[in-house]
C-alpha cells in the first residue's frame, strides 16, 4: 500500500530498453558498456548481465567499489580524483579499473602512486565544454601518451568522448549532426594514433545519440545509461517516446486548490530532484500519468508539476478536471530527469511487490 | 582527510544562530519552534535543547517518527497525509503531535480513524498561496472547527501561515511589508475566534521574515528552519550575511581549463542539489569561499559553480587567477539551498573531526 511517496519501477519496460539497446549495439557492431550512473542497483545490473553485458560504467570511485562485488570491468568515466588513489589501489588490485584522463597532473601523480596495474582512456571533448581534452590539442595528448609508455602500471586503452550537448537538441536531425561530429573527430585521433597504439579503443556514449543514430563507424564501444529508464527531458530531447519510460513516482494528494486549479501533493525535491525542463507550459518538474492495474499508462494532458518544495509538488490540473482528485489518493508522476530523482529514492519498488535496493 | 564530496559544519557559527534566533524569541516574547526539516540531525536539535527549545516543527511523518525519541511535542507543518494514518496515530500515542489541517476531508477522515488524541492547527494561506485556507474562507474555517468540537480525539490548537512569498523579495522592507500582511491577518482571525477558543495560538514562520522583522505583535510562536544553516539564497534574500552562513561543502579539483577559465570539481547536483539562484552573473549552483585553518573565510569574488551534472560541478573563475588552483586540491562551497544539499549527504562533518548523523 503506497503511504508516501514512492519510486515504483516497471520491469517490463525497464527490460524492453536494455534489450533494445543492446541489440542496437549489436547490429552495429559496437559493445554496449552501460553507464550504471542511473540505476545504481546491483539487482537491474543483473538484468544487464542477463542479455550478454560484461563491462560497465560508473560515475565514481564509491559506484565502482559497489559494483566490483558483481563485474571485474569498470569504466570510471569521470576525471580522475587523485584524492581518491587509496581506493583506486584497491580496486585495481581485484578488478580491471578503466581511469578517465584530461591533464598531466593526474597521469603523473598516477605514475607515482599506482600499485596496481590500470588502464586509461584519454577523455576528448568533443564539444560538449565540460571536461575532456581539445582534440587539436596533440601536444598534451603525446606528453600524456609519452608518461603512460614508460610506466608499467598503466595501459593506454584509447579514446574517451562525452557529447552531453546532445541534451539540448530538440531534433533527431539535431542529435545527429552532433553525432557525426562525434565520430570525425574520434575518427581522426584513431588515424593518427593506431599505428603506434594498435589496440585503441574509441567509446563514445550519450543517451540521445545511442537512442537515435545509426552510424557508429570508427566507434568500438557505447555507453548510454539514462536509457535504462529514460525519461520527461529525454523524451523531449527525442530519445525516447513516453511509453518507454520505466520509472514513476507516487505521490499521495494532500490538498486539493479548486479555485487555482491546483493539486498538492507528498513528494517535492526531495524525491523528484529540482532538475526542470523548459516546454510548453514554462517550467515543468514532472508530468502526471493516468493509472493502470499494473502500472501507468500514457500522459493526462496539462497535468503537470509546476514547482516544488523540500516535500511539496504543486500540480496544475485543467479546471474541469480537478474534481476527478480526491484527497487519500495518489498521483503517478513521471519524472524529469530519472538519474537525480532514482538517487534521491533509497530503492525501486514493483507491481509484483519486490523491493529493489541501489546504492 | 577530504577525498570526495564532503559537507562541512561550523558549530560555532551554526550555534550562534541558534542562540540569536531563540534570543530574539524570547525579547519578542514569542516561543521558538525551530523547523527541524533543515538539519534532520538528532545531535544538533540537541544544541536547542541546551538553550531552552522544548518544542520543534517538522514537515514529515518519517521526520516525526525520528525525532520523537527525543522530542514529545512536535508539529508536523505539512497538510496532514490520510495515507499514513497508522503512523500518525502511533505518534499520537507516544507524544504530543500538532497536525496541520486546510480542508474537511482530511479532518472528516481523522474524526473516524484517530485512536489517539491530536492537536490540531488550521492552516491558513497568508498569501504565499502554496497551501493553506483562504482567510476570508470563514464557512470553511466553521465546518472544520465544528468537526474538531464533537470530537473527543481532536483539540484545535490555532492557526498556522508559512509566508514563504518572502522568498521572491530581495529587500527588507519587503519582507516586512509580507510579514505585516501575514500579521493583520492572523490578528483578525484571532479576533474573530479568540472568545469561542481562549487559548488559540497564532503560529508563524519563514526565515526571511523571523530573521528581518521585529514586530510580532498577536504572534504565540515562531517556527523558521533554514537559520539554523542559512544558505546563498537567504542571504540574497536578506536574512542573514555570509559569514553566518554555517555549511559549506569541500568539493575535490579534478580538472583545470585554463582556455575558458573553469575548475572541474567532484561535487555535481546530487551533492549540491540542482537548486539555482538567478543573481548577476546568470544562474548560479553554489559559490566558492576561501579556506581557512579551521574553516572558511570570506567568498571569493567572481568564483562560483555555473553548473552542474550529477558528479561534475563547474566553476566559473577569474581569468587571472585560474593558476591559483591545483588539480588534487579542494574548493570549499556554500550552497544555494542548504535544507536540500543536507538532504543529498549522509552525515556533516566538522573541524575538529567529528561526524553528526542525520536521517
Redesign the interface.
Known amino acids: ?4 511517496p514512492t519510486l515504483f519501477l516497471d520491469k517490463i519496460k525497464c527490460k524492453e530498453n536494455i534489450n533494445k539497446m543492446f541489440s542496437k549495439a549489436k547490429r552495429n557492431n559496437v559493445e554496449l558498456r552501460p553507464h550504471f ?1 542511473t540505476h545504481q542497483s546491483l539487482e537491474i545490473g543483473s538484468w544487464f548481465k542477463e542479455v550478454g553485458v560484461d563491462k560497465i560504467t560508473v ?4 559506484m565502482a567499489e559497489y559494483f566490483s562485488s558483481q563485474w571485474n570491468d569498470i569504466t570510471i568515466a ?7 588513489i ?2 583506486i589501489n584497491k580496486l585495481a588490485q581485484k578488478i580491471t579499473v578503466n581511469l578517465s584522463i ?2 598531466e ?2 597521469i603523473l ?1 598516477l605514475c607515482e602512486n599506482l600499485k596496481f596495474e590500470v588502464n586509461v582512456f584519454l577523455k576528448i571533448d568533443v564539444g560538449y ?3 575532456g581534452i ?1 582534440p587539436t590539442n596533440l601536444n598534451l595528448i603525446d606528453n600524456i601518451l609519452n608518461k603512460i609508455d614508460t610506466n608499467p602500471f598503466i595501459n593506454f586503452t584509447g579514446f574517451l568522448g562525452h557529447a ?1 550537448h546532445t541534451y539540448n537538441c530538440r531534433t533527431e536531425q539535431g542529435i545527429v549532426e552532433i553525432h557525426k561530429k562525434s565520430l570525425d573527430i574520434m575518427s581522426n585521433l584513431k588515424q593518427k594514433y593506431i599505428i603506434q597504439f594498435p589496440n585503441l579503443i574509441i567509446s563514445l556514449g550519450d543517451t540521445p545519440s545511442c537512442s537515435v543514430a545509426e552510424n557508429f563507424s570508427g566507434v568500438n564501444e557505447i555507453r548510454p545509461g539514462n536509457f535504462v529508464f529514460y525519461d520527461l527531458t529525454q523524451n523531449l530531447i527525442g530519445s525516447n517516446s513516453i511509453s518507454q519510460i520505466a520509472i514513476a513516482m507516487a505521490c ?1 494528494i ?4 479548486e ?2 486549479s491546483e493539486i ?1 501533493v ?1 513528494g517535492g ?2 524525491h523528484l ?4 525542463l523548459n516546454d510548453k507550459e514554462g517550467v515543468v518538474f514532472g508530468r502526471v500519468v493516468s493509472r493502470t492495474e499494473n502500472g501507468w499508462g500514457d500522459l493526462i494532458p496539462n497535468t503537470y508539476v509546476k ?1 516544488l ?4 509538488g ?1 500540480i496544475s490540473v485543467p479546471k474541469d478536471e480537478i474534481n476527478n482528485y ?3 489518493d ?1 498521483l503517478m508522476i513521471l519524472p524529469v530527469h530519472s ?2 530523482a532514482s ?2 529514492m533509497k530503492s525501486y519498488s514493483t507491481f509484483d511487490g519486490q523491493e529493489i535496493s541501489r546504492l
Chains 1, 2 share one sequence.
Open positions: 500500500m503506497i503511504t508516501k550512473k560515475s565514481s570511485i564509491s569521470f576525471p580522475t580524483n587523485i584524492l581518491e587509496e581506493p584530461e591533464n597532473e593526474s601523480f565544454h565540460r571536461t581539445e552531453g499521495p494532500v490538498a486539493l486548490h479555485n487555482r498538492v507528498y525535491g526531495v530532484s529540482k532538475d526542470r514547482s518544495s523540500q516535500e511539496h504543486i480526491k484527497i487519500g495518489y538519474c537525480t538517487n534521491l
